[in-house]
């Protein structure tokens, strides 16, 4: 999840600066909350990061990313999430809050629990669809 919505972020970089350093390719972890940062629509970031690679002859792209994403962060690409269920204060679980918005979070988490999920990585997933 956090490598598809820093695409959203590395486009967005490359609508503002088309012949931005590589090197600047990258997403910062607090990037997403600037308020400062304009919002294209998901598709000019992708066709924006298309572009770039097209022109630069590249059929790979490597960058890196230390996006977090916490309550109050706005998905441009995700709009779907298949996970386990995840560890209390993990970043994991901010992300699942982020998604599904607001406390509703806890109404799953309680479901899981009162009906014998397994957490963690060997333990029952579900489809989260905000």
């Known amino acids: 999840m956090?490598?598809?919505e820093s695409l959203y972020y590395i486009g967005s970089k490359l609508l503002r600066q088309p012949?931005?350093?590589p090197s600047l390719l990258t997403v910062d972890q607090w990037e997403p909350y600037d308020p400062e940062t304009s919002e294209p629509t998901p598709m000019q970031a992708l066709?924006?990061?298309h572009d770039y690679m097209t022109s630069h002859q590249l059929t790979t792209f490597h960058t890196d990313t230390r996006i977090i994403i916490?309550?109050?962060y706005k998905y441009h690409i995700v709009q779907m999430l298949v996970t386990n269920f995840h560890q209390p204060q993990s970043t994991l679980l901010l992300l699942v809050s982020a998604l599904l918005g607001g406390e509703r979070w806890k109404d799953l988490y309680a479901h899981a629990l009162s009906s014998g999920y397994r957490f963690l990585s060997y333990g029952d997933s579900s489809l989260l669809i905000p």
């Open 2 to 4: 956090r490598t598809l």
């Open 19 to 21: 012949d931005i350093d």
């Open 70 to 72: 916490v309550p109050g």
């Open 47 to 49: 066709q924006a990061l």
